[in-house]
Each structure stands twice: as structure tokens, then as C-alpha cells.
């Protein structure tokens, strides 16, 4: 049986969440190595094992001076000239320190990265200087300490980064110069994916009269990979109720969600909804509100969560984001990943039927207004190899003037 009306999506997020949140907690957790961790999602707060820096560093190639030290009024090097004076004692490079204390009247010549001696409080950059046999003249005396004082990113103890961030490769950069070389992340979800319909195939070789390709397979597939999801199978089931339950029940075996397409209306040769009532499911919603993606149907029991997504490759994008990986990041213990901006639109939208909330694919222009880009529909997924993502037109709305501020899915990570 159908549920009266199509859902509002509000309404079918929320139901989602509540079936989800239900089995979310303990998730398993795993130990990995940090080179390995892009994309996984922490389950602890990883702590400093070091300061950053772990020493009062140098910020640039010049002369350490000591504390409140006027230097020398001449020099022999520089004879006629106006100091200040100091007379260079050694030369500190990156990775050595110095070797002797830093007396009055003397400067180190330090280099950027190097330790600044105990005893100095600022470093003159080489290009305020001048240096002669041993000598070095101020020719500015004015500027900043040009000191990184240690600990000032980071203090030895304090959290790297918090529970459930999503690791990307400036986290793992920081993780590693924080001196961590393991952390606890969460397991990955397995996503099962499966292509359903007669006329799809997954072979050039396979195509025939009436035959198409299968598009929502590779998808999701490539979407899974992405999204750090764990793609634990891809499959195709015919239209027919035996193996559309046989491929669900499989599925269900192994995944924690399964992403099924097509199949999933009322038509004769539909059988999805059959087969998610068969396995023991309850169906959430089996309709939905929003264009594209009216047929998008939610099934959740003891047996896990099932995605039935429309058959067309657009709402499948779509759902995608909206539901599959909004239930993955809340499974994990992290936010829903996808990026939302509010974007001036770059020209004027309208419409003619406004019973429906609509995603349409634009494309973010230099000066970041939402350029609308051409589309003929839910097949055409190629449409959507030039944007960014998608901006919504809530229901009731028919025209949208030039600069009106819209919300914009961004579906690149
Ligand atoms: P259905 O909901 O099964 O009736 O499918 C709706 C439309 O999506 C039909 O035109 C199907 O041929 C198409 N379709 C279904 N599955 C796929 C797929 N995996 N890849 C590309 N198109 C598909
Ligand atoms: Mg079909």
C-alpha cells in the first residue's frame, strides 16, 4: 500500500533519522595508521603528543639578538658607518642548535626553521642587514620579533581534532606533525548497490534493442568511493520478484544499507517494493515530494536499511546525497558531509508546476552566483558532468528573479 501523498522531505529526513539513529550506537571502531585514515571518520579526539612548534623557531633568515641588547655604535668592518653593531658568534641552521650562549654585543646568524637561542628575543631578517667579515649592521631596527613561539599552533596534550571529523589530507598532515601515527576511526559502512530493470546492462557487449547501459551501478559505485563508503557489492537484478527479493536479501546479509534502483514505482514489472516487504521490512515512505525523486521509497527493519532510489540517474545523484550518505555520516558518528551555501542566482528561474520542492544542477560561475545549466530531465545525468550541485526552489514557488538568494547543494567534496 502506498502512503497517501507524497512525503515533504523534512518529514522523510526525519524518519530516516529516527530509523537510523536507533542503530547507530556502539558503531565498531577500528585502529588505523594515519597515512591510511584519508576520508575515515574519527571515533576519539586525538591528543598532541608534542608541542607545535616543539621549539621557539625562526621565522625567517637573519640575526637573533639578545633581549633589550643595543649592540656596538662602530664595528671595524663597517668603518664611517651608523650601527647598531654585533658581532656574529656562529650560524644556526634548520635542524641544529647553537652551541654556545649568546652574549651581549653578539648575534647568531640564524635561518628559518632553527631553534632561537635561549637568550635571544627576536630575530632581524636578513634583508634589514648588512654583513661583513664576522660583523653584521642593522639597517632596520624597527621590526616584528619574526619568533614562532613553541606551542603556539598546538600544545602538547590538546586535541589535534575533534570526534567524528571526517580526515582530510590536512588532518592527516596535522595528525602526523602532532606525532601521531595511529588513530581510532570508525569502521567503514558497507554500501551493497543494485541496478534493477530488464533492459539494463552492464556490458557494452550485452546491449541490444531496447537495452541501455547501467549508469546508477558505476554511480554509486564511484559515489560510495568518494564518500569513503565501504562498497561491499554491486549487482543487477531482472524484473521479476524472485530475484529482486533473492538480490534485497543478499544484500541485506552482509550490508549495513543497500542502495537498489529502479523497480521501485507501481508499474507491472516494479517489483522492489514487493521484495523490502518480503525481507521483512517496513517501507517509510514510498513516495516523496520532490522532483527529481518521486518515487524514492525508504525500508528499514531488524534487517538493516534499504534505499529504494527512482531508476533515472539524475534522482539517484540526488537521493544519494540527501539520504544514503546523510544515514552513512550519522552510522559513523560524523555530519552530513554535503556542503550548503546560500548563492545569488545568476539569472532568472520560473517554472510552471510548483507542487514540488525541485533540485536543479547549476554551476557556481567566477563571481559564485548559481548559473541554472540546461537539462531535459531525470535521464540526463550528463548534464550534470558540468555542476557544482544543486539549488532548491521550495514548492509554491514559480519564478525567481536574477540575484535572489537560493540554497545551493554543493556535491563536490
Ligand atoms: P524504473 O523506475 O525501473 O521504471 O526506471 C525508470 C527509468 O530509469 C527507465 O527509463 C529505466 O530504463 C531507467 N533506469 C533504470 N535503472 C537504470 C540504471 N541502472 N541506469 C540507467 N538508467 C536506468
Ligand atoms: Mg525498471
Redesign the pocket.
Known sequence: MSTPAPMDLERALALMDQAIAARAHPWETERVAVEHALGRVLAEQPAARLDLPPFHKSAMDGFALRAGDPGLPSSPAFPGLPGPFFQVSELVAAGSVATGALAQGQAVRIMTGAPVPAEADRVVMQEHTELRHGWVRLLNTAGPPNICPQGEDIQRGRAVLPTGQRLAAVDLANLAACGLREVLVARRVRLAVI???D??VSHPDMLGPGR?L????PLLAALAHTWGLDLHSQTHARDDAQATRHAVATALEQADLVAI?????A?VF?HVQDALRACGLHIAFDRLAVKPGR?MTLAHGPGGMVFGL????VPVYLMFHLFVLRAAATLQGTAWPVRRLRVPLAQDFGRRKVDRLEYIPVRLDAQGRAALLPTHGT?HLLAHGAADGFISVPAGVSSLAAGHAVDLLLLRP
Open positions: 541496478s534493477t530493470g533492459e539494463v541501455i547501467d549508469a546508477n551501478g534502483s529502479g523497480g521501485v514505482s508499474g516494479d518515487p527512482p531508476g533515472n540517474p535521464a
